[in-house]
T-cell receptor, first 113, second 113 residues
Framework: ETGVTQTPRHLVMGMTNKKSLKCEQH?????MYWYKQSAKKPLELMFVYSLEERVENNSVPSRFSPECPNSSHLFLHLHTLQPEDSALYLC????????????FGPGTRLTVT | AQTVTQSQPEMSVQEAETVTLSCTYDTSESDYYLFWYKQPPSRQMILVIRQEAYKQQNATENRFSVNFQKAAKSFSLKISDSQLGDAAMYFC??????????FGKGTLLTVNP
């Protein structure tokens, strides 16, 4: 695998379910990001991790819980989601949290029913 | 806060012809970076071209070039000799002193054979 990978690519979950999104980067980067992409809206930065420490949390509801166990892996744990949380969730990585060049994964299409 | 505006939600171009996508941004900073990202239907966001604000020369990458007008805060993308594979969502993005990428809403480009 090369670049940034995300699993699953598609996820349908009920509002009472608990699920996790996974991101893995194979680029030797030190910073990882979660973005939310909704139709007709700009990408919204959710979380930033640098060297496995969270450095940014953009007022994201607590039903989204990130985890970064090491510099190559990033998770987004989901619970008690709302239908308006349905979106494409993109993971990205960069060599550092102040590095402008970010590399994106293919995204997970999440549908909350 | 910086904002990025893409005024064209959709554009279309005939194969082999040239198309220009518009982007304007608002900032009080003098040092920043601007990007165009491409997101094909498979959804992997790819960096197309980058422009450093301190450089007067417009960036070029093969068939892709930009028209960077710093005073007007304008950053358009020109695609020459359009190909079917150029069909995608194109996002303009700004990177400044807050070390975050700020995206526009995107322009959906259709290439007609």
């Amino acid at each position: 695998e090369t670049g940034v990978t995300q699993t699953p690519r598609h996820l349908v979950m009920g509002m009472t379910n608990k699920k996790s999104l996974k991101c893995e980067q194979h680029l030797g980067h030190n910073a990882m990001y979660w973005y939310k992409q909704s139709a007709k809206k700009p990408l919204e930065l959710m979380f930033v991790y640098s060297l496995e420490e969270r450095v940014e949390n953009n007022s994201v509801p607590s039903r989204f819980s990130p985890e970064c166990p090491n510099s190559s892996h990033l998770f987004l744990h989901l619970h008690t989601l709302q239908p308006e949380d349905s979106a494409l969730y993109l993971c990205a990585s960069s060599s550092g949290s102040s590095d402008y060049e970010q590399y994106f994964g293919p995204g997970t299409r999440l549908t909350v029913t | 806060a910086q904002t990025v505006t893409q005024s064209q939600p959709e554009m279309s171009v005939q194969e082999a012809e040239t198309v220009t996508l518009s982007c304007t941004y608002d900032t009080s900073e003098s040092d920043y970076y601007l990007f165009w990202y491409k997101q094909p239907p498979s959804r992997q966001m790819i960096l197309v071209i980058r422009q450093e604000a301190y450089k007067q020369q417009n960036a070029t990458e093969n068939r892709f070039s930009v028209n960077f007008q710093k005073a007007a805060k304008s950053f358009s993308l020109k695609i020459s000799d359009s190909q079917l594979g150029d069909a995608a969502m194109y996002f303009c993005a700004y990177y400044g002193s807050n070390y975050k990428l700020t995206f526009g809403k995107g322009t959906l480009l259709t290439v007609n054979p």
